[in-house]
């Protein structure tokens, strides 16, 4: 007996609210994951004003899902789609091809299970192009022959076939099954629903080699699929048609994947740490699996800096063209300093193995990366030289006249870098110098400084041309450095040290401003680690703390200060990223600055 549904309670106004509420929230939810899943990250979409802003990443797979009987045509898809990113081509897109038998489902069913087998089969996928052929149907009844059981249905297929005659010729017994349709088995629908569900609806297309009219009267597919999604593939002119299917479906409607257009010298190229990490990234380096939520082992945040420098050591091995491999670094560099300086320095282990990667180190590109390896690698340690920076100094110095003797094209990311780190091995060969100035005789501090200088002014013209968050990020670094250049300079040159100390607390101001901007980038990131959202805090606490010791905040200034530097040190602690270098460091120079007078007032 059918039971009568209960009536659905009316809550009262607060219960309406609470309702309304706990919606909205469910919502956000579900916005937020759906925005984070790691198959909705496609790489290369977004165009701001004059620069077309890309994230190198792992290419975007293609996943072919075919059976037996359609094996050769999806073939014929992975040929088409792996062209698209062949070197000689103009235009090179960054998109995989990823074949996938059906058989594996069966197998993943009776091994790892199927959950495991998506998750790890499908990682990184943003498309799919699901192939029907005749070995994904079977004979299937009309509604009038089916019964409650399988002996009814029995009867009833019985009955219709026999129901004048005791004996049927074979022309008869075809009649009688002359309204019998082929339909899906139950694992293509399965099968489908799986990755239907992982892609969702926009990110899948279904080929058949079957024409429409034959899908519909002879083929019995499940009603909710939409027709649109449904292309027919002709035997005639099929290479061209997979041209036509694969291009609208990637490149000029769908994913509007956008290509890789001369990644080195590519003065439109912008980054877009939108894309740095994946939902799926994310919740590996938090220490979670998609499958479920590990509540008893909680990973410590080394351990998180590790998960980070695996993902992007993954990331650049697949990459196949040194031009990938090279922006690629040169997009995570800023990022570098903040893993920890002890436990092994995973960060400069980590450049290590990604300039090992480069094929060709005979270019300037791979010369580039390696000064700033070096660089990193004696702020690290601790232990730099004059002459080591002077080196590193004098390399970059000269790779950068080189270029603009020859009038050469420079991705903006490349520039930036190039000239940032100019300016910071300039100025850090002056420091070397003032601790001994016997080292060299003939050293000219101010010529080194100026270098620093123009090169960090450079960084910052190529910057103000953005209005992404990298943008924001290196402003707020390359405002900080110039400086720190002007403050020394105004130790050297003491004709004009007015001139330059007044630039450099408008510098340091402006860089404090952009700084503060920091805090918001884990919103505008689209999800960031912990870690690095720790390091930008920390960041801004110690260029607070240098300006409360330089002296350049008057008493209101410094009380608004204290405020901030309590605020950050609390989010830090409850955070739990003390103990780790750079957060470490801003807690042992906050906890000195609350012993001193002002502080206590």
């Known amino acids: 007996m059918q039971q009568t549904p209960a009536a659905t309670p009316v809550p009262h106004s607060g219960q309406t609210d609470n309702c309304r509420l706990l919606a909205t929230n469910v919502c956000k939810i579900i916005v937020k994951q759906y925005n984070t899943h790691p198959t909705y990250g496609v790489r290369g979409r977004e165009s701001i004003k004059d620069r077309r802003y890309i994230m190198i990443k792992s290419y975007n797979k293609i996943a072919l899902l075919y059976g037996q009987s359609t094996r050769e045509i999806a073939e014929r898809f992975m040929t088409c789609i792996n062209q698209l990113n062949a070197l000689n081509a103009g235009k090179r897109y ?238 995570r560099l800023v990022f570098v300093p903040y893993f920890p300086k002890d436990h092994g320095r995973p960060g400069i282990v980590w450049m290590n193995m990604a300039l090992q990667s480069i094929e060709d180190r005979s270019s300037e590109y791979y010369s580039i990366l390696t000064q700033i390896r070096d660089y990193m690698t004696y702020r690290a340690a601790g232990n730099g030289t004059f002459l080591g920076y002077k080196y590193i100094a004098d390399t970059l110095l000269a790779i950068k006249q080189q270029r603009v003797t020859g009038n050469m094209r420079t991705n903006p990311v490349i520039n930036v870098y190039l000239n940032d780190y100019i300016g910071l091995s300039c100025r850090a060969t002056v420091e070397e110098y003032k601790k001994d100035n016997a080292v060299d005789a003939l050293f000219v501090p101010t010529v080194y400084l100026n270098h620093s200088i123009a090169a960090l002014s450079c960084c910052i013209d190529v910057i103000q041309l953005g209005t992404s968050e990298a943008e924001t990020l290196w402003k707020g670094y390359s405002l900080y450095n110039r400086a720190r250049s002007y403050s020394l300079l105004a130790e050297y040159d003491t004709g004009n040290a007015n001139s330059y100390k007044a630039r450099s607390i408008t510098d340091f101001f402006s860089a404090l401003n952009v700084r503060y901007e920091w805090e918001a980038l884990e919103e505008t990131f689209g999800g960031i680690p912990k870690v690095f959202e720790n390091s930008f805090i920390a960041e801004i606490a110690l260029t607070i703390i240098e300006a409360i010791g330089k002296g350049i905040y008057n008493d209101q200034q410094k009380v608004e200060a204290r405020d901030k530097l309590n605020d950050i040190y609390n989010m830090l602690v409850l955070s739990s990223s003390i103990g780790l270098g750079l957060v470490n460091n801003v807690k042992n120079k906050i906890d000195n600055l609350k012993t001193v007078d002002w502080w206590q007032s």
């Open 94 to 331: 960054p998109v995989e091809a990823v074949m996938c038998d059906d058989s594996a489902f069966r197998t993943a069913a009776n091994q790892q299970g199927i959950d495991e087998f998506i998750r790890q089969h499908f990682y990184g996928v943003v498309w799919a192009f699901v192939f029907l052929g005749p070995d994904d149907f079977a004979l299937s009844l009309p509604d009038a022959l089916r019964g409650d059981s399988l002996q009814s249905t029995i009867n009833k297929i019985a009955d219709n076939a026999y129901s004048t005659k005791t004996m049927l010729t074979k022309d008869e017994f075809r009649g009688k099954l002359s309204n019998f349709k082929l339909r899906a088995s139950q694992n293509v629908v399965l099968e489908t629903g799986l990755i239907w569900g992982t892609l969702g609806f926009k990110g899948i297309k279904f080929i058949s080699t079957f024409s429409h009219n034959d899908l519909n009267n002879q083929y019995d597919l499940p009603s909710d699929f939409p027709n649109h999604h449904i292309l027919q593939l002709s035997t005639a002119n099929m290479d061209t048609e997979i041209k036509t299917i694969v291009s609208n479906s990637l490149i000029d409607g769908g994913l509007h994947i956008v290509p890789y257009v001369n990644l080195l010298t590519d003065s439109a190229y912008g980054v877009n740490y939108r894309e740095l990490f994946s939902g799926e990234q994310l919740r590996e380096i938090a220490g979670l699996k998609s499958t479920h939520v590990d509540n008893e082992h909680k990973i410590t945040h080394i351990e998180k800096f590790r998960l980070i420098a695996d993902i992007w050591t993954r990331e650049i091995q697949s990459l196949r063209y040194d031009d990938e491999r090279i922006v690629y670094i040169f997009e």
